[in-house]
């Protein structure tokens, strides 16, 4: 079982900027996606982006197109996001997550394991 663990939340002006990391550890990661989500108090988990193991190929939400950046270290199995221009909506609790499945790359449900989520917080 794929272990995933998120790092870099915290507080942040408007306007500022945050680097998310997810480290996994577990099985190969020859074939797989790696995600971000982010869920704000009573909205529904939102697709950030995602990265491609294999190729690095890229994806991205609506929300975070232009602003934030997936990357990966295939050395260190850490994914990051670098969040830029940051502003209060995108204050939630973000989490990484694996994909091991075709499904969907935007849905939630194709994400196999998930880590514990870090918290950001954006102040006006």
């Known amino acids: 079982q794929v272990q995933l663990v998120e790092s870099g939340g915290g507080l942040v002006q408007a306007g500022g900027s945050l680097r998310l990391a997810c480290t996994a550890s577990?099985?190969?990661?020859?074939?797989?996606?790696m995600g971000w989500f982010r869920q704000a108090p009573g909205k529904e988990r939102e697709f950030v982006a995602a990265?491609?193991?294999?190729?690095?190929?890229?994806f991205y939400g609506d929300s975070s197109r232009g602003r934030f950046t997936i990357s990966r270290d295939n050395a260190k199995n850490t994914v990051y996001l670098q969040m830029n221009s940051l502003k209060p909506e995108d204050t939630a609790v973000y989490y990484c997550a694996i994909r091991t499945s075709s499904a969907r790359i935007t849905l939630s449900e194709a994400y196999d394991s998930w880590g514990q989520g870090t918290r950001v917080t954006v102040s006006s």
């Open positions: 990265i491609a193991w294999s190729n690095g190929n890229t």
């Open positions: 577990g099985p190969t990661f020859g074939s797989v996606t």
